[in-house]
């Protein structure tokens, strides 16, 4: 008996995803709920739960692969097809139908079994599994360990690209100590252990990205357009020749947000809490955007409606080694400082790490993106679609400024408002911007507005 299990709907009403690699390998033992794969969608890197538990039979597909929803991943059976977990009635229906699973509904608790004496043989075989793996563990890593004969040491966890880049090495998994999530072990690691023992690199491993090609005379490198960098490119080129933008900028004095910035930091009861400009500015766009409903509006071309929105869903415009994405913080308008400071934190973590779940990356109301952490002044940022604005934040540069009458250095920001002119007036998107500018040039003026 055998079970196939397709690429289920991830719930992005996407057509496909990348494959980015596998957490199993064929002959595997797999337990119903165990991760077994890494798929990259246009918005996020997901990892599968198993739907099954069983053998692992048949890996139908490589890491870097494109896999369409619905085609199937893997096969399992084998030895361990009749311990295989029923699938859903739900799933049965819809792949009897030819219909695309869902990721939902998938993960069924396992039907009892019948032959109690099979499961006592199987606890007792993982046991004595256990048994030796905890001996290799204790074991250093550099060690040869000698593996009992009546029993083969448990293979360790990585993916297939992994264990050939190992075997290219002459390394013996066994000796390697996991960095990666649940046990896994990755390539970094596997790279490490090498440079420990003085191992080069593999003459004829292969490159870390399979999907990238060398051109014709191996002057240019191709790579296939696709994931984030795929969509983020049609979503701004739709917004682009849909919205009209118009781009508006201002200079501030920032000097006082930089002072309160200072003394939060030294403020030993905030200790954990980064409370930073970005803070600092995204609350006062939550502020300004309560006196000026037009920036964070929707036009609905379909309905022929402007849709205010009376809540902010803040989105945060954030670089990664996938792309640009926009993680969103709901109801940010409702936070305090603190609370939009840990925020922030969170988004941007998760986000570098590539977890960022898809459903995170929708429903914004209005964007910020910062440039200024790359030493930029300002620039004309592009509207995220579906949103009346987005704010550019420019990099902190001392500069001799007027103040009180007098020229001193002070701490000066550009901002860059965009905005799209069919819900927003010159004169509208210059109000928001001032009101922006005047929490961040006295943020105790926040203490005035609501």
């Not at 199937?72 to 799933?91: H, K, M, N, S």
Request: hydrophobic share 45%; glycine share 8%; net charge negative.
């Amino acid at each position: 008996m055998s079970q196939d299990f397709r690429l289920p709907d991830l719930g992005e009403g996407l057509p496909d995803a990348e494959l980015v690699s596998w957490l199993v390998a064929e002959g595997d033992e797999v337990a119903l709920n165990q991760n077994i794969a890494e798929v990259e969608t246009a918005k996020a890197v997901i990892e599968l739960p198993s739907p099954f538990a069983g053998t692992v039979q048949k890996l139908h597909h490589a890491a870097g692969d494109v896999v369409e929803v619905g085609e199937v991943l893997i096969t399992f059976g084998g030895a361990g097809a009749e311990d295989v977990a029923p699938r859903p009635a739900a799933q049965e229906a819809a792949e009897d139908e030819k219909a695309t699973p869902n990721l939902v509904g998938y993960g069924a608790a396992p039907r009892k079994s019948a032959r109690p004496q099979r499961r006592a043989r199987a606890a007792r075989a993982d046991d004595a599994r256990s048994a030796d793996t905890a001996v290799l563990e204790a074991a250093p890593h550099d060690a040869i360990v000698e593996q009992p004969l009546e029993q083969p040491l448990e293979r360790p966890r990585s993916t297939p690209p992994v264990r050939k880049f190992a075997k290219d090495l002459g390394i013996d998994l066994a000796l390697i100590e996991a960095t990666g999530v649940k046990g896994l072990i990755t390539r970094a690691d596997v790279e490490a252990y090498a440079a420990r023992v003085g191992l080069g690199a593999a003459p004829d491993a292969a490159p870390a990205a399979a999907s990238v090609r060398p051109g014709p005379d191996e002057r240019v490198t191709r790579r296939p357009i696709r994931g984030v960098r795929k969509v983020t490119a049609e979503a701004m080129v739709r917004s682009a020749f849909t919205a009209p933008h118009v781009t508006t900028f201002h200079t501030v004095d920032i000097t006082e947000t930089m002072r309160l910035v200072a003394s939060l930091k030294a403020d030993r009861s905030l200790e954990g809490h980064r409370i930073g400009v970005m803070a600092v500015a995204a609350k006062a766009v939550c502020l300004a955007l309560g006196h000026n409903v037009s920036l964070n509006a929707k036009w609905d071309a379909e309905a022929g409606e402007i849709v205010e929105h009376h809540y902010v869903n803040l989105g945060i415009a954030a670089a990664t080694d996938r792309g640009l994405i926009v993680p969103v913080i709901p109801d940010a308008d409702a936070m305090t400082l603190v609370e939009l400071a840990d925020a922030l934190r969170d988004l941007a973590q998760v986000a570098r790490s590539g977890k960022t779940p898809p459903a995170a990356m929708t429903g914004g109301t209005f964007s910020i993106t910062n440039f200024g952490v790359f030493g930029v002044e300002a620039g004309t940022p592009i509207l995220n679609p579906g949103e009346a604005g987005i704010l550019g934040l420019g990099s902190v540069q001392r500069r001799p400024w007027e103040h009180d009458g007098e020229i001193a250095l002070r701490d000066v920001m550009t901002l860059s408002l965009s905005f799209d002119h069919r819900l927003v007036d010159g004169a509208e998107g210059s109000r928001f911007l001032v009101d922006v500018a005047r929490v961040l040039e006295q943020p105790g003026r926040a203490m005035l507005l609501r």
